[in-house]
């Protein structure tokens, strides 16, 4: 079957009509951030702030109209609110747009004007209640694993954690929500692409070593940019979330993207978070970022579980000898200061990260191994906390 392409969405689009304006929503401008791949196709609106709130039926014409069309494999259409100087934010809340087949659309454009970003500052977002946040069918408790800076291992932390909590026996998910660099693929040894339940409505996600995974990384080549707005990208991961067939699960680990941005707010307001684990290196300004995601989910009222120290220290493999490369308990010391749990400190090793690139992470391809046993540590004293235990002190295990 051939490829949908750009110029027949766009004439797909030309079909729908702005109901106050008359015209159709492509030669009024309206259509941004177009992406076909592969049958997937992407795209936002824009619309007046104002009318955000009165356009939910806009929205979901224009995406029928292009799923219409033969070869379409998914299709995710946002609204976004502009205002008149040209700032973009999202519309009002709206249900997550569900794509055909249930399959997050992704990809990006190889030409024409890259979507611009748009900034706004957190600091006075509105806080969902707990209650208003609707559950995940089958999950008893999701964790985010974040970090306030990029850099600091958090992604082989999350998938040596998620592995971890199987180890000892819990049904583990693992969402990867780093719409813009994916590295859950890789790192769990996955290839192919997910497929969607008999209904054609949710996607099935894809499984190894006993872990149920999505991630955007599964519907895009690998050196694929994602361009994409803050409205897309969230949209993107409520899908991915909430339309995957999870089935029964004890505990969902989030690998969050680094920063404090859109996604991390997204996730923090929208999902009913169990609680947050923080990853840091130990030197002062990894630290600096660390406590500004700490501070962020609790400002939106998440449990922050604990911290992590990664790359706490290096042993050579050929003297023994230890080094303080990126100093030495930063993390534990910020922990005290900040009233939460020290979960434990893992070193830098090549063995983790020799492990993570080549899709065996240490946890499962050497479950004997000191570094292994530190994850699984970390990982009791996570559930102890989810399931109400006590957390046990975390033994410091170093290779003498």
């Not at 990006?108 to 209650?131: K, L």
């Not at 590295?183 to 192919?192: A, V």
């Not at 130990?282 to 962020?296: C, E, S, V, Y």
Request: with cysteine; hydrophobic share 40%.
């Amino acid at each position: 079957m051939a490829q949908v392409t750009e110029q027949q969405v766009l004439d797909a689009l030309k079909t729908v009509q702005d109901p106050e304006q008359g015209r159709d929503i492509v030669s009024l401008g309206m259509v941004t951030g177009l992406s076909v791949q592969e049958g997937r196709v992407s795209f936002a609106i824009e619309v007046d702030p104002a009318r955000g709130p009165k356009l939910e039926g806009l929205r979901q014409e224009a995406q029928k109209a292009v799923e219409a069309l033969p070869g379409i494999a998914a299709v995710t259409a946002a609204l976004t609110a502009h205002s008149a100087r040209g700032a973009s934010q999202p519309a009002a809340p709206q249900p997550a747009p569900r794509p055909l087949g249930g399959k997050p659309a992704a990809g990006s454009r190889t030409g024409g004007t890259a979507p611009h970003s748009h900034g706004h500052s957190h600091s006075h977002a509105p806080q969902q209640p707990a209650q208003a946040k609707p559950l995940v069918p089958g999950v008893r408790a999701i964790i985010a694993v974040a970090s306030g800076k990029g850099g600091v291992g958090k992604s082989t932390t999350s998938v040596n954690l998620a592995l971890a909590l199987a180890a000892i026996g819990r049904k583990v998910g693992l969402l990867d929500a780093d719409i813009y660099g994916p590295s859950l693929p890789r790192m769990m040894g996955i290839t192919g692409k997910p497929t969607t339940t008999p209904d054609g409505k949710t996607l099935k996600p894809m499984e190894n070593y006993g872990v149920k995974c999505m991630s955007m990384g599964f519907m895009v080549a690998e050196d694929t940019p994602m361009i994409w707005r803050g409205p897309m990208v969230m949209s993107a991961l409520e899908q991915m979330l909430r339309d995957v067939e999870w089935g029964d699960l004890d505990v969902l680990v989030v690998d969050m993207p680094p920063g404090t941005g859109d996604a991390q707010l997204t996730m923090a307001q929208r999902v009913p978070l169990a609680g947050a684990v923080i990853v840091s290196t130990p030197q002062d300004i990894a630290l600096l970022d660390a406590r500004k995601g700490l501070n962020m989910f609790r400002k939106v009222d998440v449990p922050v579980l604990g911290v992590i120290e990664n790359m706490s220290y290096f042993l050579c493999p050929h003297c023994g000898e230890r080094s303080d490369i990126f100093s030495h308990g930063g993390a534990r010391k910020e922990a005290e200061r900040m009233g939460v749990d020290f979960l434990g400190e893992i070193p830098l090793d090549i063995a983790i990260r020799e492990t993570s690139d080549g899709g065996k992470p240490i946890v499962v391809s050497q479950p004997s191994s000191p570094h292994a046993a530190v994850y699984r540590s970390i990982a009791e004293a996570v559930w102890a906390k989810l399931s109400g235990g006590a957390v046990r002190a975390t033994p410091k295990i170093s290779v003498e």
